[in-house]
């Protein structure tokens, strides 16, 4: 272990099975592997930054279901923008989701009750139960992470990463939504697409909640960044998923080295930036995606920086692909950094 910390960061490569916890090996290599020269075909690594490239496009049509950008194997992340209340009711009943809000205040309506929501939140809406944005304040953009393992925050990572008592919140219960000459719409999206159930009253009413609320909400600004004067250790994990199957965890700046130049065998990675001050690399827009298909060598940015920012790590075992929407605003990337690459 003393001979790998003295290698150079720029010739040591590490390679690893199941993540952050499976088994690894180290090599050194003469040249800076993450400086590709070229890449013909789709398997490659990408930045898509949706909310920028639809910045202007005309407001979305409140019915409009989430805009899926990357999918695979039941997995699949997506983005949405509203303007408005939602006029329908949502019920995912292939997936747990989560719900990251990166701009903008509204309350989510959900089977448990209401939660506020502003920039930086994660909302945890577990399979089979309806949700619907309403009292859009400003604009909300989010991310929305969908994964057929169960996903739970409780238990949090260790590490006193996130106060469990203060910052993670359950839904309150609200005022019943007043009848009308409108049925309302519960859209369920199962295998084979969506279905609309109609009914004369708000299916998402409740009068009394009993046991844990499985929905639960928490920010991004409240978990602590570790701080590790040499060496290196894994990022916190921020959900749990019961399969493994999707992973969660923390990035910020923190007092650590720069990771190795990095080959992940089994899980493709998505990195989100969150905040600033401070840029991640080349990612400084919140809601920026960097994304590395398993298998390609990346190093990412350094962690200690000057200036503080918040950003988060998902891996997934699913084989991600873009779709049409992903395909159209996707470019290509640098993977020492994570910027855009110009060719």
Known sequence: MTQDKALPSD??????????????????RPNYVPTYTRIDGSYAPRRLDYFAETANAEPADPRILPVPLLTGEGVSISATRHRDAMTFSLKNVIADEVH???????????????LDCAAGDFILIPRAVGYRVTHVRTPLESVIVATPGELSVDPFPPRGVLNLG????????????PTSNELFEMVFRHKSGVTSHFYDFDPLDIATVGGPAPVKRFSVHDVRSLGVSEGGMPPPRLINDNTNQTLFYHLGSRRSDRPPIHVN?????LIIYAAGPGPYGGMDKPGAMAWVPKGIPHHGAEEDTLEPYQAWLVETRASLELTETGTAIAKLMETGEYGIRQD
Do not use: L
């Open 11 to 28: 010739g040591m490569h590490h390679y690893s099975r199941d993540g952050f916890v499976g088994s690894g090996a180290h090599a050194t």
């Open 166 to 177: 203060k910052s993670v919140a359950s839904p309150e219960i609200g005022t019943p939504t």
């Open 100 to 114: 990251y809000i990166v701009s903008g205040r509204a309350t989510v309506k959900t089977d448990f009750g209401n």
């Open 265 to 269: 065998a089994d899980y493709d990675e």
